[in-house]
Structure formats: C-alpha cells, structure tokens
C-alpha cells in the first residue's frame, strides 16, 4: 500500500476548514541591498509575523534535496502528490485551467507566439507579451484554417501571448521534445519524438508550427510559434477521494489552475487580482472543505532579479492577511510552491518557507516568519508531500492508523 493509499484510508470527513495560501517563489536567499536578509525577511509582514508566533515553522523541499522545481510539479507536491511518480507535461495544465475538456489520450501542447525575422531567426520569444484579447484572435483564426487530415486540432488562447495547441486521435504518444530553444537568435527547433507514437506526434506537430507560421506570417509582432510542454492527459487520483474533501482552486493564472482542476478541484470564480481572490473566497467559504488560494507576483519579481520588488510584494500580501483570517479557518498554511531568489532569476532548488498554524500545535519559540526562523522550526525540514497529512492531522480529520 503506497501513502497515498494509506492516507485514503484514515481521512475522514468533519466541519473544520483547512486554508492553503501560496505565495509563488517564496523562498530566497540573503540580499546585500537589502542588509544580508532575504525578501521575506526584509519585509514587514507583522501579520503573518503574528501567525508565526502560535504556530509552527519549518522548511519544505517540493521534489527533493537539491531538486530544481517546476511549478507544475512543485504544486503537485503541495497536494501530497509525489510529482516523481505524478508529474503532468505543462500543456495538459495549461490546457486544463482554461476549462478545455480534454479526453484521455489527447496530446497538449503549451505555446508561445513570437517573433521571427525574414530568416527564421526568433528575435523575441514573447512577441512582445501580446495582450490576451490578441492572442485570442490569433488563436481563433489558427483554429479555423490549420488542417490535419484525419486528426481533430484545436487551438485555444491562454494568456498573454500564451495558447494552447490539443490534438485529438487514437496512437499518439508524448515523449517529444520542444521547439523552443529557449534564447533568442536561433531559429526554432524541429520537434523529435522518442518513440514511434510519439514520432507520428512530432510530425503532426512539425505541420501545425509549418502552418502558423504561414497563416500569420504578415502578423506583427506575433509571426511565429513556439511549442513547450507536450504532455499526454491521463485521469489521477481524486483529491476528494484521498483527503474526503471538497476542494475550492482560486488562482489567477490557468497553470495553477490545471494543476487544481487536474486532481479534482474545482475551479471557482475567475479573479484577476488578489482582492478579487479574496473576494471569491469569502463567497465560497460555506461550499467548501479546503481552500488553495495562489498568489503569483512574488515569483514575477523573483523572476525579474527585482529584490526591493518581491519585498513590496510579500507586503501587499500580508497587508490582505487579516481580511483572509478574518474567515476563522482552522487549519492555516502558508508556504511557497518553490523558492526563487531574485539573484538566480529562476526557481532554485533551496527549501521553501513554511508556516502552519491550527489547534494541537506546539508553538514554535520563533517571532517572523522568514527562512533563518523556518530553519529553526520544530517542523524541521520535510518533503513537500508531508504539508496535506500534517494539515489534516491538525484539523482532526486522520484517523489511527493501525490496532
């Protein structure tokens, strides 16, 4: 019996309320400008400071040690799935978040328009972060006029310059490599697949890129398409069914939300910004058992070596705190799906910061909630996939396991 199935086992249904709040790219490491401290502990954040004070704290590795996340796999983990053995391909997760009904044995693909030159040469690989509303118009036009003899396609806008590409037919596989190389100045890459069924993907997708780019070729400044994340839909296991609860998703952007709608959650409301979040969640909060409630920009900040930046935004964040707690959730978590130090630019393989709060726990000795206290936490430093048992057990919803 694996733990999931163990867990399955003695969970059990009760009125109590478990909340998760994620704050993209969280973790980070010590800044000189901002005085040796990393951004979580530079900010002024007394109210998740306050949480920190009756509850615990420690550290979460997503995948494992010295592991580098993607978010995809990093928020199966935070689901207490082990992305080792549950890992989805990006396109399926794109695909899925903005309620695209996918089919088993469909092929998903993620990708970004771009911009190319008179030679093939990719000169911006967000053809300068188009808005939706043009990424969708491009999409519906690609949807109409992009032919696969024998095979339904679809093409579907995501956000910003992202969309989706989905084909539908029988003997597909997905092992296939992308076509973004990932830097400009180099002309796209031609997809290869690593088996036979995937092979017969590859082709298929070689002839929609040799499409697109025919179709839009006069467009400016989205010419060209690059292809990531090609990935194969198959059902898992339900979140409901393993943990007995009735699980709410509220997320911005549909990456997140694939990952929730994926393993069974659903998908409520459609918040652009973070008081909408909040908004929807108070409208939820009687319907549902567990809340995962995502928080993207301290990752966009991490992302973009922004330091001062990620500050502001750990504080935007805190500064709603009161409104969320305000709902007298029993069981709070507060974490990240990965650490992102804005001196890397990219998601790092350090440990995440972790705070859990709720009844039946020990209270940590530790004032703020940052990675130096964390580190010092009587959570210790666990797997990702250890956060859902732990919640649950503080919520009184796992029963004995054994005589």
Same mark, same amino acid.
């Given at each position: 019996?694996?733990?999931?199935?163990?867990?399955?086992?003695?969970?059990?249904?009760?009125?109590?309320?478990?909340?998760?709040?994620?704050?993209?790219? &969280?973790?980070?490491?010590?800044?000189?400008?901002?005085?040796?401290?990393?951004?979580?502990?530079?900010?002024?954040?007394?109210?998740?400071?306050?949480?920190?004070?009756?509850?615990?704290?420690?550290?979460?590795?997503?995948?494992?040690?010295?592991?580098?996340?993607?978010?995809?796999?990093?928020?199966?983990?935070?689901?207490?799935?082990?992305?080792?053995?549950?890992?989805?391909?990006?396109?399926?997760?794109?695909? &899925?978040?903005?309620?695209?009904? &996918?089919?088993?044995?469909?092929?998903?693909?993620?990708?970004?328009?771009?911009?190319?030159?008179?030679?093939?040469?990719?000169?911006?690989?967000?053809?300068?972060?188009?808005?939706?509303?043009?990424?969708?118009?491009?999409?519906?036009?690609?949807?109409?006029?992009?032919?696969?003899?024998?095979?339904?396609?679809?093409?579907?806008?995501?956000?910003?310059?992202?969309?989706?590409?989905?084909?539908?037919?029988?003997?597909?596989?997905?092992?296939?490599?992308?076509?973004?190389?990932?830097?400009?100045?180099?002309?796209?890459?031609?997809?290869?697949?690593?088996?036979?069924?995937?092979?017969?993907?590859?082709?298929?997708?070689?002839?929609?890129?040799?499409?697109?780019?025919?179709?839009?070729?006069?467009?400016?400044?989205?010419?060209?398409?690059?292809?990531?994340?090609?990935?194969?839909?198959?059902?898992?296991?339900?979140?409901?069914?393993?943990?007995?609860?009735?699980?709410?998703?509220?997320?911005?952007?549909?990456?997140?939300?694939?990952?929730?709608?994926?393993?069974?959650?659903?998908?409520?409301?459609?918040?652009?910004?973070?008081?909408?979040?909040?908004?929807?969640?108070?409208?939820?909060?009687?319907?549902?058992?567990?809340?995962?409630?995502?928080?993207?920009?301290?990752?966009?900040?991490?992302?973009?070596?922004?330091?001062?930046?990620?500050?502001?935004?750990?504080?935007?964040?805190?500064?709603?705190?009161?409104?969320?707690?305000?709902?007298?959730?029993?069981?709070?978590?507060?974490?990240?799906?990965?650490?992102?130090?804005?001196?890397?630019?990219?998601?790092?393989?350090?440990?995440?910061?972790?705070?859990?709060?709720?009844?039946?726990?020990?209270?940590?000795?530790?004032?703020?909630?940052?990675?130096?206290?964390?580190?010092?936490?009587?959570?210790?430093?666990?797997?990702?996939?250890?956060?859902?048992?732990?919640?649950?057990?503080?919520?009184?919803?796992?029963?004995?396991?054994?005589?």
């Amino acid at each position: 019996m694996d733990y999931l199935e163990t867990i399955s086992e003695l969970s059990r249904r009760t009125p109590s309320k478990i909340l998760m709040l994620v704050l993209d790219g &969280l973790g980070g490491l010590p800044v000189k400008e901002l005085g040796g401290k990393t951004e979580l502990e530079a900010a002024r954040s007394p109210n998740m400071d306050k949480l920190a004070r009756v509850g615990a704290l420690g550290l979460h590795d997503p995948i494992g040690t010295g592991i580098t996340p993607g978010s995809g796999p990093a928020h199966f983990g935070l689901f207490g799935y082990d992305a080792l053995e549950w890992n989805m391909g990006r396109g399926v997760l794109e695909t &899925l978040g903005i309620g695209f009904d &996918l089919k088993e044995g469909d092929v998903a693909v993620r990708t970004n328009f771009c911009t190319l030159d008179g030679k093939g040469v990719i000169t911006d690989r967000r053809a300068g972060r188009i808005p939706t509303s043009e990424c969708a118009r491009l999409c519906d036009m690609l949807d109409k006029k992009i032919k696969l003899p024998g095979i339904k396609t679809f093409v579907r806008p995501v956000r910003d310059y992202r969309g989706a590409v989905v084909l539908r037919a029988k003997g597909l596989g997905a092992n296939v490599d992308d076509t973004d190389p990932q830097v400009v100045g180099k002309k796209p890459l031609t997809a290869a697949g690593k088996d036979a069924a995937s092979r017969k993907t590859a082709k298929l997708l070689n002839e929609v890129v040799k499409q697109t780019n025919r179709i839009i070729k006069n467009e400016k400044p989205a010419n060209g398409m690059l292809l990531r994340g090609i990935s194969s839909y198959k059902k898992y296991p339900s979140f409901e069914d393993i943990y007995k609860l009735r699980a709410a998703c509220i997320a911005v952007y549909p990456m997140y939300r694939g990952v929730s709608r994926l393993v069974g959650m659903d998908l409520v409301g459609q918040p652009e910004t973070l008081a909408e979040e909040i908004s929807v969640l108070k409208d939820a909060w009687d319907d549902y058992d567990f809340f995962f409630l995502h928080f993207k920009y301290t990752d966009s900040k991490g992302e973009d070596g922004d330091a001062p930046g990620k500050v502001k935004e750990v504080e935007k964040f805190d500064k709603q705190l009161p409104k969320i707690l305000k709902l007298k959730p029993d069981v709070v978590i507060i974490t990240g799906d990965h650490s992102t130090p804005t001196q890397l630019k990219s998601h790092s393989w350090h440990p995440v910061p972790l705070l859990l709060a709720g009844p039946s726990l020990r209270a940590d000795t530790g004032k703020k909630f940052g990675e130096t206290e964390c580190a010092a936490g009587s959570l210790g430093r666990i797997k990702a996939t250890g956060i859902m048992p732990l919640a649950m057990a503080h919520a009184n919803k796992l029963l004995k396991f054994g005589a």
